[in-house]
């Protein structure tokens, strides 16, 4: 059994099949979603994929994706505010820094990135709420400004930073999330890390539609989910000499820890 602890299953990607997706993600052992959010104007969306599944948990996250920030406008850091007080929400996210491209490098957009986040970590504080952040080509500025706004808790998505990115997040109480990337052959640096650090210091995760494990891109499919989490296990386990069972029941109990999910059969 293990969780996602990122898969935007709103995404219009899943519009066709969702149901089928989810039956396939169940199959696999996936025992919960946890579903993050990028834009103010898919947050209703959100909400209603959410409710609209029974068959497998699926938890909210809202946040303002740094890679829209041209978008994003105080009033939807206001609305922002109000979704978060929403029930069943369990995290402020997907939010963080991105200089992957010349745009979201521009000095008035990398400013504006930076006081969106600012502001989303104070909204975390405020409703108590953990972080699921995003960092790309932004490592060492993203550790700067959490050490300025320290999270409570958290989960850095899709990491491949260095080693020294890697301790920085842990001493700020976050783990890493995991995904297809440690499948790929080239992804060596992020392995050795890995087999360098406690077995509680990362969640796995999909990222679907995106983040394709390398032996489904190689199979020629181009959308990535849930039930391809296994890939990523499998990869891990190999890293780590671990069993698969393992590395997906660690993943499972440390998403529920850092996420403050209730446990298998409703525990706390």
Do not use: K
Not at 65 to 85: D, M, N, V
Not at 86 to 111: K, Q, Y
Not at 137 to 157: M, N, Q
Not at 160 to 177: F, K, P, Q, S, T
């Amino acid at each position: 059994m293990v969780i996602d602890s990122h898969c935007h299953l709103d995404d219009d990607a899943f519009a066709p099949d969702r149901d089928a997706v989810i039956a396939r993600a169940q199959a696999a052992g996936v025992v919960g979603i946890v579903v993050p959010s990028y834009r103010e104007h898919c947050f209703a969306r959100l909400r209603a994929c959410c409710d609209g599944v029974s068959a497998l948990p699926l938890w909210p996250a809202y946040g303002l994706h740094p890679c829209y920030s041209g978008e994003h406008t105080r009033e939807h850091l206001s609305a922002l505010q109000r979704w978060l007080a929403t029930p069943g929400v369990v995290a402020v996210g997907e939010i963080g820094l991105d200089r992957h491209s010349e745009a979201l490098r521009h000095p008035d957009l990398w400013r504006w990135q930076q006081d969106v986040l600012a502001a989303q970590l104070q909204l975390a504080q405020a409703h108590d709420l953990p972080v699921i952040l995003h960092a790309r080509s932004a490592y060492a500025e993203l550790i700067a400004l959490l050490r300025r706004h320290p999270p409570g808790a958290g989960i850095v998505h899709a990491f491949n930073g260095r080693i020294e990115h890697a301790y920085a997040l842990l001493d700020l109480g976050l783990v890493l999330g995991i995904g297809g990337v440690v499948t790929q052959p080239s992804a060596v640096r992020l392995r050795d890390i890995l087999r360098r650090l406690p077995a509680q210091s990362w969640v796995v995760e999909s990222d679907a539609p995106d983040m394709l494990p390398h032996p489904v891109y190689r199979a020629g499919q181009r959308r990535n989910e849930p039930a391809f989490l296994a890939y990523t296990i499998a990869a891990l386990a190999q890293t780590l000499d671990r069993s698969t069972d393992w590395v997906a029941g660690q993943a499972e109990q440390t998403t529920r820890r850092v996420l403050r999910l209730p446990l298998m059969g409703g525990g706390e």
